[in-house]
C-alpha cells in the first residue's frame, strides 16, 4: 500500500517556465511533509518543507503548496533552470522517525 | 567534509555470501536510518535508529541486521545475500526524527550500490 504516490514519472519544462510537480498521500495522520532532491548517484537532498498547519512554504525559487482536504501536495519552481533537472521526491511523516517517500519525478528543464 | 558517508559505493558479490555495509556521519544527530532503493525507484526505509537503539524495523528479514556501535555509525550487515538484495541502500541521519520541525530533516549518504549475482 503505497501511501504516498507521485503519478507523474516525468516532466519536461522549458528554461524559465514554471515547473509543477505533484504528490498525493492517503494516510491523514502526515503532519509534516519534504520535497528532496537527487541527482544521479548521489543521495537525496532536502528542498523544502512544510507541516500540515501551514498550506503554503516559500524558499526563494521554490514553493510548496498542502492542501489537506484533497491530500495534496505539489512543488512549484519558478523560474526554472536547467540545474533543476532531477528526480524529485516527495516524503511524508507523522512524526514516527519514519518518513514515507513516493516513487519520484524526474524533471527535465529545456534550455 | 561528507556528512554522511557510506562505505563501499560498489558491491557485486554472489547469491548466499554475507556482506556489511558502512555508514558514518559528522554532524552530531541522534538519529540514523537505512533505505533501500529497489528496481523501481521506490526509497523505502528499513530501519530507524534513535540514540543507538532500534525504532523502526520495517519488516525487513532478518538476514538483515543493522548495528550501531555509536551515534556516529549505523552498519548494515547483510547475510545469504539473495538476488531481490539487488538495489542501491541509503544511508541517512538526522537530529531527532519525530520530523515535525525543519531542524529534523534528514541527510543523505551517497549510497551503496549493490549487485547479487
Known amino acids: 500500500d503505497q501511501q504516498v504516490k507521485q503519478n507523474s514519472p516525468s516532466l519536461s519544462v522549458q528554461e524559465g517556465r514554471i515547473s509543477i510537480l505533484n504528490c498525493d498521500y492517503t494516510n491523514s495522520m502526515f503532519d509534516y511533509f519534504l520535497w528532496y532532491k537527487k541527482y544521479p548517484a548521489e543521495g537525496p537532498t532536502f528542498l523544502i518543507s512544510i507541516s500540515s498547519i501551514k498550506d503554503k512554504n516559500e524558499d526563494g525559487r521554490f514553493t510548496v503548496f498542502l492542501n489537506k482536504s484533497a491530500k495534496h501536495l505539489s512543488l512549484h519552481i519558478v523560474p526554472s533552470q536547467p540545474g533543476d533537472s532531477a528526480v524529485y521526491f516527495c516524503?511524508?511523516?507523522?512524526?514516527?522517525?519514519?518518513?514515507?517517500f513516493g516513487t519520484g519525478t524526474r524533471l527535465k528543464v529545456l534550455a | 567534509d561528507t556528512a554522511v558517508s557510506q562505505t563501499p559505493k560498489y558491491l557485486v558479490t554472489q547469491m548466499g555470501n554475507d556482506k556489511s555495509i558502512k555508514c558514518e556521519q559528522n554532524?552530531?544527530?541522534?538519529?540514523m536510518y537505512w533505505y533501500k532503493q529497489d528496481s523501481k525507484k521506490f526509497l523505502k526505509i528499513m530501519f530507524s535508529y534513535n540514540n543507538k537503539e532500534l525504532i523502526i524495523n520495517e519488516t525487513v528479514p532478518n538476514r538483515f541486521s543493522p548495528k550501531s556501535p555509536d551515534k556516529a555509525h549505523l552498519n548494515l550487515h547483510i547475510n545469504s545475500l539473495e538476488l531481490g538484495d539487488s538495489a542501491v541502500y541509503f544511508c541517512?541521519?538526522?537530529?531527532?526524527?519525530?520530523?515535525?520541525?525543519?531542524?529534523?530533516?534528514?541527510?543523505f549518504g551517497p549510497g551503496t550500490r549493490l549487485l547479487v549475482l
Open positions: 554532524l552530531g544527530h541522534d538519529t
Open positions: 541517512a541521519s538526522s537530529q531527532g526524527g519525530r520530523g515535525s520541525i525543519p531542524e529534523e530533516t534528514q541527510y
Open positions: 516524503a511524508a511523516t507523522s512524526g514516527t522517525y519514519k518518513y514515507i
